[in-house]
């Protein structure tokens, strides 16, 4: 059973910067490679993909977040991080942490839309940006 907490939302203007931490404890069962990353849900809308990053380090990023948000991870720590910069009100959600999320879906490009096998979540922390 694997555990993600996450930590470092709250409220930035725009223009502004947040960092998001997600801290994995825990054991998986699971034997097979696969991917950790970041969605979020605005109120009224569904859940989407941020960013995901596989065990080599690759990263790929949903396109409204590309070159503002950056996802990087240390397996030293078990953490899972996302540097976001130049907020947007549009960017105000609700952001989790996702683990096991399927390699095929990862590298497919899949995973924005949210798969429904993705094995872990957080419970989300809030990031709210003002104009």
């Known amino acids: 059973q694997v555990h993600l907490a996450e930590s470092g939302g709250g409220s930035a203007e725009t223009g502004g910067s947040l960092r998001l931490s997600c801290a994995a404890s825990g054991e998986s069962h699971s034997s097979v490679s696969s991917c950790m990353g970041w969605f979020r849900q605005a109120p009224g809308k569904e859940r989407e993909g941020v960013a995901v990053i596989d065990n080599d380090g690759t990263t790929y990023y949903a396109d409204s977040m590309k070159g503002r948000f950056t996802i990087s991870q240390d397996n030293a720590k078990n953490t899972l991080y996302l540097q976001m910069n130049n907020l947007k009100p549009e960017d105000t959600a609700m952001y989790y942490c996702?683990?096991?999320?399927?390699?095929?879906?990862?590298?497919?490009?899949?995973?924005?839309?949210?798969?429904?096998?993705?094995?872990?979540w957080g419970r989300g922390t809030q990031v709210t940006v003002s104009s």
């Open positions: 996702a683990a096991e999320i399927g390699l095929y879906d990862c590298y497919t490009g899949s995973w924005v839309h949210v798969p429904s096998d993705i094995g872990y």
